[in-house]
């Protein structure tokens, strides 16, 4: 309840110091990466439904964000309401 608050009150400053009221209805492509791999192709047309597919992090390790494909931000992967989500830790 106390980090809304804090974050309303960090847009009604940025509001209120720039004029970006403009911006409002603009979207933005926003993507968490959460690993890597590769493969051969032959092993993709070869999984089924079920495969694992291993990656080059683990789970506790920083996910970073990218926006319109630049590095933005780096967060943490969090569970919010049974559904996974990302915490911003620190801005590119």
Not at 12 to 32: A, C, P
């Amino acid at each position: 309840m106390e980090e809304k608050k804090e974050t309303q009150q960090l847009e009604n400053q940025v509001e209120e110091e720039l004029d970006v009221s403009f911006l409002h209805d603009i979207n933005l492509k926003i993507t968490g990466e959460v690993g890597r791999t590769k493969r051969n192709f032959i092993d993709i047309l070869r999984m089924k439904e079920g495969d694992i597919i291993r990656l080059d992090k683990h789970i506790e390790d920083y996910i970073e964000i990218y926006l319109r494909g630049q590095l933005f931000a780096i967060g943490e992967l969090v569970v919010v309401n049974e559904k996974y989500a990302i915490r911003v830790v620190d801005l590119a």
